[in-house]
């Protein structure tokens, strides 16, 4: 099993998927998932112009560690890899990419799905959302 590269990023430039899917390759893994999270143009019946994301970069890198941990053990996946935003991003842009890579589809797909769950629990990442009106609102994670 390969070792990963630099798989965790926290970033104030646009995201591109490829750059995480391409850390979690590996000729022993016949599966890559993804996860790309947009924001919303439209929330709760509200205009959203864009989210503004603030993040504790040294304790969500760690969560995110930890993250893998728990889903290599319970799924069997062999990479993780996280790139999310900190900073404005505005509706229709990407402010976070997960990619999981195993041998077989199964494992890396529940990986990711679960890895996307934990993030929006866990991580020391927080998102306020700002309307077309002016008007903004802090958003819990789920």
């Known amino acids: 099993m390969n070792q990963l590269r630099r798989p965790f990023r926290i970033v104030d430039k646009l995201l591109v ?51 893998f941990e728990t889903l290599r053990e319970k799924h069997g996946i062999y990479h993780l890899a996280i790139d999310h935003r900190r900073g404005i991003v505005p509706a229709g842009g990407i402010s976070v990419v997960i990619a999981v890579s195993s041998p077989h589809r199964r494992a890396s797909l529940a990986a990711c799905a679960e890895a996307i769950e934990v993030l929006k629990a866990d991580a020391p990442i927080w998102k306020k959302e700002v309307y077309r009106d002016g008007e903004s609102t802090w958003i819990q994670g789920s």
């Open 17 to 67: 998927p490829q750059h995480a899917a391409l850390l979690v390759q590996d000729p022993d893994c016949g599966a890559i998932a993804t996860f790309i999270g947009t924001v919303r143009a439209t929330n709760a019946g509200r205009d959203v112009t864009h989210l503004e994301y603030e993040v504790h970069e040294s304790m969500a890198l760690k969560q995110f560690g930890r993250m």
